[in-house]
Nanobody, 127 residues
Framework: QVQLVESGGGLVQAGGSLRLSCAASGRTFSVGHMGWFRQTPGKEREFVSAIWWSGGNTYYSDYTGSVEGRFTISRDNAKNTVYLQMNSLKPEDTAVYYC?????????????????WGQGTQVTVSS
């Protein structure tokens, strides 16, 4: 079994920064990739970014007004931890942020591509 624990959420003013962490424990994988998603009430879970454990390749949401250029995903393999550095935060970034693990290294932007999920951490950006 895999456990994912997010931390680092909180309340920040628009233009500010936060760094989210996702620590994996239990049965961890040397391959596969980790993703960050976010969700607001009444909306579907939205892909934010993902990174491969091996090689560190990354990709981001490609929606208009998305996060690329403001958010940076990274990992520390020795700590089994993935980070999401969020800069220039906007009120529309307010959401519960989840990390997720896809252990087959197939990639994916859909929640169904991922097998394991953390409990989420709230990010609130005030205007």
């Amino acid at each position: 079994q895999v456990q994912l624990v997010e931390s680092g959420g909180g309340l920040v003013q628009a233009g500010g920064s936060l760094r989210l962490s996702c620590a994996a424990s239990g049965r961890t994988f040397s391959v596969g990739h980790m993703g960050w998603f976010r969700q607001t009430p009444g909306k579907e879970r939205e892909f934010v970014s993902a990174i491969w454990w091996s090689g560190g390749n990354t990709y981001y949401s490609d929606y208009t007004g998305s996060v690329e250029g403001r958010f940076t995903i990274s990992r520390d393999n020795a700590k089994n931890t993935v980070y999401l550095q969020m800069n220039s935060l906007k009120p529309e970034d307010t959401a519960v942020y989840y990390c997720a693990l896809e252990p087959r290294a197939a990639g994916g932007r859909a929640p169904d591509d991922y097998d394991y999920w953390g409990q989420g951490t709230q990010v609130t950006v005030s205007s």
